[in-house]
C-alpha cells in the first residue's frame, strides 16, 4: 500500500517556472519507479515524465522535454518535478503515481498502481 499527496500547484504566468512536489509513505519508497501525468479539462490523462527507483532513468513526453525535470530523493520520500518555461496548455491537474510493481517505467501510463489526489497547475497567458 502507498500513499501518494502532491503539492505545489498553483496559478503562473506563461514563462514562469514551478516545482511540484509528492510526499509518499507506505512502501518502501525506493523499491519502485514514480511518474507524473496530468488532466486538462475535457482532455484524457496523459503521461508527463517518469523516474527509475534509483533516479538515474527518467522518461518524458515530447510536450516537456527540455522543460520539465522529474527527481526524486528517496532519503526524503519525496518526488518532484521542476517546470520551466510554462505554457498556457501545461494548465492541468498534475497526478503522482507509483508502479509498485516495477523499479522502471514501464511504457505505460497504465502501469501505475497508485495516484495521489492531484494538484492545479494553471498558466496564464
Known amino acids: 500500500q502507498v500513499q501518494l499527496v502532491e503539492s505545489g500547484g498553483r496559478l503562473v504566468q506563461a514563462g514562469g517556472s514551478l516545482r511540484l512536489s509528492c510526499a509518499a509513505s507506505?512502501?518502501?519508497?525506493?523499491?519502485?519507479?514514480m511518474g507524473w501525468l496530468r488532466q486538462a479539462p475535457g482532455k484524457e490523462r496523459e503521461f508527463v515524465a517518469a523516474?527509475?527507483?534509483?533516479?538515474?532513468?527518467?522518461y518524458y513526453a515530447d510536450s516537456v522535454k527540455g522543460r520539465f525535470t522529474i527527481s526524486r530523493d528517496n532519503a526524503k520520500n519525496t518526488l518532484y518535478l521542476q517546470m520551466n518555461s510554462l505554457k498556457p496548455e501545461d494548465t492541468a491537474v498534475y497526478y503522482c503515481?507509483?508502479?509498485?510493481?516495477?523499479?522502471?517505467?514501464?511504457?505505460?501510463?497504465?502501469?501505475?498502481?497508485?495516484w495521489g489526489q492531484g494538484t492545479q497547475v494553471t498558466v496564464s497567458s
Open positions: 503515481a507509483a508502479d509498485t510493481k516495477s523499479w522502471y517505467y514501464s511504457g505505460q501510463a497504465s502501469g501505475f498502481d497508485y
Open positions: 507506505g512502501r518502501t519508497f525506493s523499491s519502485y519507479a
Open positions: 523516474v527509475s527507483w534509483g533516479g538515474s532513468n527518467t
